[in-house]
């Protein structure tokens, strides 16, 4: 199920304790994402979308943080 993919993904950047590496983590999950939306086999869920939505406001405050 590619949208498991993105959010097994995303949950890694959430999860990363190490500075370092949430950068890399966090442009991961922003591509897997990426992936998921322009991906023809299986549509958006009304639930997804709102899922990405938040996940990638989040995914903005992390790299903030980081910055």
Request: proline share 6%; glycine share 0%; net charge positive.
């Amino acid at each position: 199920m590619p949208h498991i993919a993105w959010r097994n993904v995303y949950k890694d950047a959430l999860m990363e304790v190490d500075p370092l590496k949430l950068p890399e983590r966090i442009e991961a999950a922003r591509k897997a994402i990426h992936r998921r939306i322009t991906e023809n086999r299986q549509p958006l869920t009304k639930r997804e979308f709102e899922d990405i939505d938040s996940a990638l406001q989040i995914l903005r405050l992390l790299m903030k943080e980081v910055a």
